[in-house]
């Protein structure tokens, strides 16, 4: 597998596509920070470190409207990719959609969204946009 983050992204868009409570992927401390952010902003219900023998999986509660029953995620989009990744500075944080969605950084103070990002002052690879 060459980008394993575009590959959670997809799983989460398509669980959520098709109405699933829950969406298992292939573990990894990137895509465990990744998933923590979505959890902390309110994106994902939980989400659970499952170890197994083979490999470690990350189970992920997905979030629906209660009563309409739609998804609490509306689009997630890969920003920066193996063949051109996307890096920014401190001042040129990206803004999705007028600050009402996240953008997800990859920076030294590890992963985090792009308010924080400003608050630190710290620039990074921009791994995706949520809203």
């Known amino acids: 597998m060459t980008d394993p983050i575009a590959d959670l ?8 596509a098709a109405g699933h409570k829950t969406v298992e992927v292939p573990a990894s401390r990137m895509k465990g ?3 923590r952010v ?20 990350i189970k992920i509660a997905l979030k629906y409207h209660p009563t309409t029953k739609k998804a ?3 689009k997630i989009v ?16 990206p803004r999705v959609l ?13 992963i985090i969204t792009d308010k924080e990002a400003k608050d630190l002052n ?7 946009y949520v809203y």
Do not use: Q, W
Request: hydrophobic residues 35%; contains cysteine; positive net charge.
């Open 9 to 16: 992204l997809t799983r989460i868009r398509n669980a959520y």
């Open 33 to 35: 920070e990744i998933v």
């Open 38 to 57: 979505l959890h902390e902003k309110g994106y994902i219900l939980a989400y659970k470190v499952v170890e197994g023998t083979p490999s470690n999986t």
């Open 72 to 74: 609490a995620i509306k």
């Open 78 to 93: 890969r920003v920066s990719r193996p063949g051109l990744r996307r890096y920014t500075g401190a001042d040129d944080l």
């Open 98 to 110: 007028n600050g009402m969605g996240i953008a997800i950084i990859s920076t030294s103070k590890g």
């Open 122 to 128: 710290v620039g990074g690879e921009v791994l995706c």
